[in-house]
């Protein structure tokens, strides 16, 4: 089908997708999103006033042409191609800063996150005027985590979340599906893009207070690969370090290499007796 867009309307939601060889997902995803705006017109937000904005790092894949396709089809797509950079998590602040809509949705292209739910964590910031981050959680009623998800992803995933207890009180920062306005981000300091976690790096360095939490389903990846790697492990440890120093100063930094040193001698213990 093949609408065309309404070019007078002013953006007002920017949802920004990182993606990395991630051809077959991006059309899934686009078509998934706007068929729920379509069908479901409970808020403010629809196809007019939404952009959908992919930061690729020249997967080289044919991504860029699937985005072009759907952007002749009328979707409201932006494709962003970076060839210098690479990352995440600079690739989401790319996203953010190019965006067009005060409201800002990161998440990810692997259909992990269903794209059905983002009109959803965009109207709970349209709704509650008072909340400065919204959080796709998998830890609320109602929801579960696919039990496909490998065994080792769920114990790095609970201890990634606990070690981030003491900086935040979302229930799941390790989600990757959050959003904020733009104005809150706008009042980030010294933001640090290393590594997978930029929804706890924006929390804190943006001085966030007032969540609201939408309960998703983490589905498992269908196509593609995972690019989590003990290298994006130890960018996350480098993270928190840093995080736990922002917030409560150097002092705080012998009890944190001592957490995290005890944490990861449980974790490889326990990836040890798995894998034996
Ligand atoms: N532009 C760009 N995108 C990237 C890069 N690395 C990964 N991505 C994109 O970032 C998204 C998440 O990457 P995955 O490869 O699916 O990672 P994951 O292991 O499933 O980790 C994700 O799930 C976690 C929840 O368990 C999330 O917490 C985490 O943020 C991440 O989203 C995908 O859309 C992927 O294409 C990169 O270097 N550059
Ligand atoms: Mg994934």
């Given at each position: 089908?093949?609408?065309?867009r309404?070019?007078?309307?002013?953006?007002?939601?920017?949802?920004?997708?990182?993606?990395?060889k991630?051809?077959a997902?991006?059309?899934p995803?686009?078509t998934r999103l706007?068929?729920?705006?379509?069908?479901?017109p409970?808020?403010t937000?629809?196809?007019n006033n939404i952009?959908?904005?992919?930061?690729?790092?020249?997967?080289?894949?044919?991504?860029?042409?699937?985005?072009q396709?759907?952007?002749?089809e009328?979707?409201p797509v932006v494709f962003?191609e970076?060839?210098?950079?690479?990352?995440?998590s600079?690739?989401?602040?790319?996203?953010?800063?190019?965006a067009?809509?005060?409201?800002?949705?990161?998440m990810?292209?692997?259909?992990?996150?269903?794209?059905?739910?983002?009109?959803?964590?965009l109207?709970?910031?349209?709704k509650?005027?008072?909340?400065?981050?919204?959080?796709?959680t998998?830890?609320?009623?109602?929801?579960?985590?696919?039990?496909n998800w490998?065994m080792?992803?769920?114990?790095?995933?609970?201890?990634?979340?606990s070690?981030?207890?003491p900086?935040?009180?979302?229930s799941?920062?390790?989600?990757?599906?959050?959003?904020?306005?733009?104005?809150?981000?706008?009042?980030?300091?010294?933001?640090n893009?290393?590594?997978?976690?930029?929804?706890?790096?924006?929390?804190?360095?943006?001085?966030?207070?007032?969540?609201t939490?939408v309960?998703?389903?983490?589905g498992?990846?269908?196509?593609?690969?995972?690019?989590?790697?003990?290298?994006?492990?130890?960018?996350?440890i480098e993270?928190?370090?840093?995080?736990?120093?922002?917030t409560?100063?150097?002092?705080?930094?012998?009890?944190?290499?001592?957490?995290?040193i005890?944490?990861?001698?449980?974790v490889?213990?326990?990836?040890?007796?798995?894998?034996?």
């Amino acid at each position: 089908m093949t609408t065309q867009r309404n070019n007078q309307s002013k953006i007002l939601a920017s949802v920004v997708v990182p993606t990395y060889k991630e051809v077959a997902n991006i059309r899934p995803l686009v078509t998934r999103l706007v068929n729920k705006l379509e069908n479901s017109p409970f808020g403010t937000i629809n196809r007019n006033n939404i952009e959908i904005i992919f930061v690729d790092d020249n997967s080289k894949d044919g991504s860029k042409e699937r985005a072009q396709e759907l952007k002749d089809e009328g979707y409201p797509v932006v494709f962003i191609e970076r060839t210098t950079e690479r990352g995440l998590s600079s690739a989401v602040l790319r996203g953010f800063n190019d965006a067009k809509g005060d409201l800002l949705l990161c998440m990810d292209a692997d259909l992990q996150h269903p794209p059905e739910k983002a009109p959803e964590l965009l109207e709970a910031l349209v709704k509650n005027k008072d909340a400065d981050f919204v959080l796709g959680t998998r830890y609320g009623e109602g929801v579960e985590i696919d039990p496909n998800w490998p065994m080792h992803r769920v114990i790095i995933s609970k201890v990634a979340r606990s070690l981030s207890r003491p900086l935040t009180p979302l229930s799941d920062p390790m989600s990757g599906f959050f959003g904020l306005r733009k104005s809150t981000l706008e009042q980030g300091k010294k933001i640090n893009p290393i590594g997978f976690k930029i929804a706890l790096e924006l929390y804190v360095k943006c001085g966030c207070k007032n969540s609201t939490e939408v309960p998703f389903s983490f589905g498992v990846r269908e196509a593609g690969e995972s690019k989590l790697s003990g290298k994006v492990i130890v960018k996350y440890i480098e993270q928190l370090v840093e995080l736990y120093s922002y917030t409560y100063g150097q002092a705080f930094i012998p009890a944190v290499l001592i957490t995290v040193i005890f944490f990861g001698i449980f974790v490889l213990m326990i990836l040890y007796r798995l894998f034996q």
